[in-house]
């Protein structure tokens, strides 16, 4: 089983960069035993949906914190395997900060992401494997910014930024020999970004800006995630790992200078007030 794929979405590196910068992490694994009947024949569909009784999940969450910045896991990262039903909601902020010294960053950050892990049949050179999906989310960002103060250094910077997203993909693994196949299609799923910068050197300056000062997403709609693969080998096992990415970021930072004032701040909800994942059925022939 591989669990935990990265995927670098975000402003500040891969997935092991955010675990490494002091954040928590979290591995809640719940295994299921896979009942006698798994696994029709294979020149038919084989359909399996709630209550899942062959899923393996697995949950992770990072969280990071620097100068005054604040960050919060709301909903822990999770999946319950008889209802399909599973998420996560998420907030960083990263406010004005007084004392923040010259070149230290004022962060908040945290993401997170559950992985279903389906056991699949295989009998055949080929496979095609569909996973269908019902999402709720909601996110937002907002970006109060203020201007890069005038520096004596040669070349400094400032950088406000906030950020919101959520998205997936699957892939079929074989456990056997650790061969992945992957996905013929991803989700995008959402995602918002404010970002104001300032690079100056030699007394000249220029600004960088991305988006509004505040904006947010909120929308319910179906996921249909595939998987065609072939070269198979009916003598090995396989399975199916469809991961649920998110994130929300927040950041003020400056470089041989000292921001004053500003305010970034992002959430995720993917967990409450109607919103979250639900996994309806996956299909195999």
């Known amino acids: 089983m591989r669990l935990g794929k990265t995927k670098s979405e975000y402003r500040g590196g891969t997935w092991g960069a955010a675990f490494a910068g002091g954040g928590l992490l979290?591995?809640?694994?719940?295994?299921?035993?896979?009942p006698a009947g798994l696994g029709a024949a294979p020149s038919h569909t084989t359909t399996l949906k709630a209550p899942f009784k062959t899923l393996?999940?697995?949950?992770?969450?990072?969280?990071?914190?620097?100068?005054c910045g604040f960050d919060k896991i709301v909903?822990?990262?999770?999946?319950?395997?008889?209802?399909?039903l599973g998420g996560f909601?998420?907030?960083?902020?990263?406010?004005?900060?007084?004392?923040l010294p010259n070149g230290i960053a004022n962060r908040g950050q945290t993401t997170a992401q559950v992985s279903i892990v389906v056991p699949i049949l295989v009998k055949h050179?080929?496979?095609?494997?569909?996973?269908n999906w019902s999402i709720s989310a909601s996110g937002s960002v907002s970006l109060t910014s203020t201007p890069c103060p005038t520096s004596t250094a040669a070349t400094y910077a400032c950088y406000e930024f906030a950020q919101a997203y959520l998205f997936s993909q699957s892939y079929l693994i074989d456990t056997t020999n650790g061969s992945l196949f992957f996905g013929t299609n991803f989700w995008p799923g959402f995602q918002n970004v404010t970002e104001n910068d300032t690079f100056c050197s030699g007394g000249t300056c220029s600004t960088a800006i991305l988006g509004s000062?505040?904006?947010g997403f909120s929308a319910t709609q179906g996921m249909d995630l595939f998987v065609n693969a072939t070269g198979l080998n009916s003598t090995h096992t396989y399975e199916l790992e469809v991961d649920l990415y998110g994130g929300a970021l927040a950041e003020l930072d400056a470089s041989n200078t000292k921001l004053v004032g500003g305010h970034a701040a992002a959430t995720v909800n993917f967990a409450t007030l109607g919103?979250?994942?639900k996994l309806n059925w996956v299909k195999y022939t």
Request: overall charge neutral; some cysteine; proline content about 7%.
């Open 26 to 34: 979290t591995l809640v694994a719940v295994l299921v035993l896979a």
């Open 56 to 67: 393996v999940t697995a949950s992770f969450s990072s969280t990071g914190q620097v100068g």
């Open 75 to 84: 909903t822990a990262p999770h999946f319950v395997a008889h209802s399909g």
């Open 89 to 99: 909601s998420l907030a960083g902020t990263a406010p004005a900060c007084a004392k």
């Open 125 to 131: 050179p080929a496979i095609t494997i569909e996973s």
């Open 213 to 215: 000062p505040s904006g």
């Open 275 to 277: 919103n979250g994942a």
